[in-house]
Nanobody, 114 residues
Framework: QVQLVESGGGLVQPGGSLRLSCTAS????????MGWYRQPPGKQRDLVAA???????NYADSVKGRFTISRDNAKNTVSLQMNSLKPEDTAVYYC????????WGQGTQVTVSS
């Protein structure tokens, strides 16, 4: 079982940037694929970006070119750099290990508003 703790959310103006971080503990971090999901108010939780254990990323079309996912296996962390933020990026962002049936963090709120 992997325990995940997110940090880095907040309020930002449109066009701004935020960096989310997720620290994992309790298992062998390097073997797991990691991902960031988000859930806007009243909507379902969807995948934003994922990175496999070899460091290969993939992104939802809505964030390609704006978001970058990365991992540091030595520090058991996965990060999401979010640039050119839009109001529609507003959501609770969740760190995930092992897909929908795996482990989840508690979530961190990202609000993009002027």
């Amino acid at each position: 079982q992997v325990q995940l703790v997110e940090s880095g959310g907040g309020l930002v103006q449109p066009g701004g940037s935020l960096r989310l971080s997720c620290t994992a503990s309790g298992s062998i971090f390097s073997i797991y694929a990691m991902g960031w999901y988000r859930q806007p108010p009243g909507k379902q939780r969807d995948l934003v970006a994922a990175i496999n254990n070899r460091g290969s990323p993939n992104y939802a079309d809505s964030v390609k070119g704006r978001f970058t996912i990365s991992r540091d296996n030595a520090k058991n962390t996965v990060s999401l750099q979010m640039n050119s933020l839009k109001p529609e990026d507003t959501a609770v962002y969740y760190c995930n290990s092992g897909g929908s049936g795996g482990s989840w963090g508690q979530g961190t709120q990202v609000t993009v508003s002027s």
